[in-house]
């Protein structure tokens, strides 16, 4: 069997957002009080102006830590984990309800299509108290792959 040799591609802004539109798994890393990292596992997704999105609720450590620090940093995955990944890191901000909606409601489209009832989920959004994590990309790395270098892989 042949071994899968690790790879670092340097991609452009545009590159970047088509990698990353069709994954929705990320980790985002936040920043504690005491300084040490706080990740999580989300469902994200790209907005219509190329920035980063997370649905959450107000009271999550995330958003607590984002309230603090806005720097964050971002490892989207692929849907099977041996396939590449990209870190993304930029500065978070936190939009609220009522004004969350409509931002929700794009999240929702840019990852799933449309909704059979928009109304039912601005509803749901609202009663389930939902804000929306929104992060401006500053800077990314490579898209990666993890595996041999590529002089093992020819062994």
Known sequence: M????????????KELLDFIRPR??????T????G?????PNTMGVDDN????????PH??????????????VCVL???????????YGT?????????VEPLVEYYRNIAGEHPDWDEYREAMVEQGKCLIRIEIESWGPVARGGFPAHLAED
């Open 2 to 13: 042949a071994r899968k040799i690790a790879t670092n591609i340097e991609v452009s802004r």
């Open 24 to 29: 929705h798994r990320a980790i985002l890393a």
């Open 31 to 34: 920043t504690r009080r005491d």
């Open 36 to 40: 040490s990292p706080q990740m999580s």
């Open 50 to 57: 190329g920035r980063l999105v997370i649905s959450t609720y």
């Open 60 to 73: 999550r450590v995330k958003v607590h830590n984002i309230r603090r620090n806005p720097s964050v940093s």
């Open 78 to 88: 692929s849907d099977d984990f041996g396939n590449e990944w990209v870190q993304v």
């Open 92 to 100: 978070a901000e936190i939009i609220e309800l009522p004004e969350a």
